[in-house]
């Protein structure tokens, strides 16, 4: 898995009904819901990243100010950005700019943190951390 410096992608997405804060329960207004344009920022530093078969990344931190509201069947473009690596941890730079009046505007922007991990090793600690939450209730584990 290649990432460097300055590394960029961008997605878009057109606000749909299921995108508002309404439809996901994160406010009562049919406007782009917050937790669903932090989703797309993150997909943008995914996209970025790529994966392999053996390595991926995963969320760490998140910090992002929503700054402006968006109805429905507006196309917003976020854009992730590689502001630092530290070892396995990757910084971005992200922002989400709609198209309005024939200018781009920002709607949003933060820093999202990912974590370059090996899948195989991500997923064991993963098994066996809900093997022994399994065992402390009393429950057995599947196929025991």
């Known amino acids: 898995m290649e990432i460097s ?6 997605v878009v997405r057109q ?8 439809a996901v329960g994160s406010g009562d207004l049919a406007v782009l819901a917050t937790p669903i344009l932090l989703a797309w ?4 530093t995914v996209e970025v990243c790529g ?3 053996t390595q991926t990344t995963v969320g760490t931190r998140v910090a992002i100010d929503h700054l402006r509201p968006s109805a429905v069947g507006a196309q917003i473009s976020c854009t992730a950005t590689v502001a630092e690596i530290d070892d ?3 910084t971005f730079k992200v922002d989400a700019r709609q198209r309005h009046n024939d200018q781009d505007v920002l709607i949003g922007r933060g820093v999202i943190t990912r974590a370059v991990v090996s899948r195989e090793r991500f997923l064991a600690k993963l ?3 809900a093997t022994d939450r399994l065992l402390r ?4 584990p599947p196929g025991q």
């Open 5 to 10: 410096l300055g590394q960029t992608a961008t």
């Open 15 to 22: 606000v749909a009904d299921t995108d508002t804060a309404q």
């Open 41 to 44: 920022l993150e997909a943008a």
């Open 51 to 53: 994966a392999d078969d």
């Open 88 to 90: 396995r941890m990757v």
């Open 127 to 129: 098994d066996r951390r």
């Open 137 to 140: 209730e009393g429950t057995r």
